[in-house]
T-cell receptor
Framework: GNSVTQMEGPVTLSEEAFLTINCTYTATGYPSLFWYVQYPGEGLQLLLKATKADDKGSNKGFEATYRKETTSFHLEKGSVQVSDSAVYFCAPSTSGTYKYIFGTGTRLKVLA | SAVISQKPSRDICQRGTSLTIQCQVDSQVTMMFWYRQQPGQSLTLIATANQGSEATYESGFVIDKFPISRPNLTFSTLTVSNMSPEDSSIYLC?????????????FGPGTRLTVL
């Protein structure tokens, strides 16, 4: 079945540092790939998505590229802010079913 | 996107009781889902709420424990029955919007349940 492996946290960075959170997946077919973010005390928000190979999703300075050859969807941001402190979830979907497989989540803490 | 509300936002319940959680969406949706997020854990899909018919449950979840209703396109309820402390979790509903071409889901704010 489908699965996802996500970089373990917590990740602690200083403000303006470069961020990478690794995500690799196994899936049948051609899943859509998503990153969700959960700020403290809140529900999940869609951060970005990509629906086919080589697509780049981007939002709020975050980017991730759908790499079919390496089955990866790593999240990056060039300069993090304190307000980016949250838990980030990688989630490939099962093609055509709307069902997600969520990663374990990576907690990011950005220090001023 | 859509505005999704859940009620209650949090509750503290006694062992053996039941709690019904409501999910309301302000848009027409195709699919509604219920997830559980145990403390410090990722999200696990409980079931897909089907309009006018029985929900489709994932492995490890049963209707007697988590009865679900979906009387129309924009509303669903999840009941956590005969609760035990192990049911303490955040319960989230999510939706896929009618007319969208991708399988994007939008999540409600969650219901934080503590069972004593």
């Amino acid at each position: 079945g489908n699965s996802v492996t996500q970089m373990e946290g917590p990740v602690t960075l200083s403000e303006e540092a470069f961020l990478t959170i690794n995500c690799t997946y196994t899936a049948t077919g051609y899943p859509s790939l998503f990153w969700y973010v959960q700020y403290p005390g809140e529900g999940l928000q869609l951060l970005l998505k990509a629906t086919k190979a080589d697509d780049k999703g981007s939002n709020k300075g975050f980017e991730a590229t759908y790499r079919k050859e390496t089955t990866s969807f790593h999240l990056e941001k060039g300069s993090v802010q304190v307000s980016d402190s949250a838990v980030y979830f990688c989630a490939p979907s099962t093609s055509g079913t709307y069902k997600y497989i969520f990663g374990t989540g990576t907690r990011l803490k950005v220090l001023a | 996107s859509a505005v999704i509300s859940q009620k209650p936002s949090r509750d503290i319940c006694q062992r053996g009781t039941s709690l019904t959680i409501q999910c309301q969406v302000d848009s027409q949706v195709t699919m509604m889902f219920w997830y559980r997020q145990q403390p410090g854990q990722s999200l696990t899909l409980i079931a897909t709420a089907n309009q006018g018919s029985e929900a489709t449950y994932e492995s490890g979840f049963v209707i007697d424990k988590f009865p679900i209703s979906r009387p129309n396109l924009t509303f669903s309820t999840l009941t956590v029955s005969n609760m035990s402390p192990e049911d303490s979790s955040i319960y989230l509903c999510s939706v896929a919007l009618l007319g969208t071409s991708t399988d994007t889901q939008y999540f409600g704010p969650g219901t934080r349940l503590t069972v004593l």
